[in-house]
Nanobody, 123 residues
Framework: VQLQASGGGLVQAGGSLRLSCAAS????????MGWFRQAPGKERNFVTA????????YYADSVKGRFTISRDSAKNTVYLQMNSLKPEDTAVYYC?????????????????WGQGTQVTVSS
């Protein structure tokens, strides 16, 4: 499975961005999908995940109520809508998929990773 993340950029605090992650090389509908982020000098942390069906979603407390994950199986794409962005949201954002197909918050359970897209939020 190959994952290609896009949509990052520079935005002012309070603004919005939508990230996309296009999947290829596998059966997209079989995979749970997740987003993680990594700020400079910090570990890669869980942001959100969605089950293969799209019926279950999970969020880190820091983004709950501001970020929304969704998926479009017809386009083999998962989205991350980010609203009310804060400077502390600045990071490289990665999409990922676990080979098990089971939705999880643990980055060690993810086998396939996109290349990352930079999100910078200015104050």
């Amino acid at each position: 499975v190959q994952l290609q993340a896009s949509g990052g950029g520079l935005v002012q605090a309070g603004g919005s961005l939508r990230l996309s992650c296009a999947a290829s090389g596998g059966t997209f509908s079989n995979y749970a999908m997740g987003w993680f982020r990594q700020a400079p000098g910090k570990e890669r942390n869980f942001v959100t995940a969605i089950s293969w069906s799209g019926r279950s979603t999970y969020y880190a407390d820091s983004v709950k109520g501001r970020f929304t994950i969704s998926r479009d199986s017809a386009k083999n794409t998962v989205y991350l809508q980010m609203n009310s962005l804060k400077p502390e949201d600045t990071a490289v954002y990665y999409c990922a998929a676990p080979d098990s197909g089971v939705v999880t918050r643990n980055k060690d359970d993810y086998d396939y990773w996109g290349q990352g897209t930079q999100v910078t939020v200015s104050s």
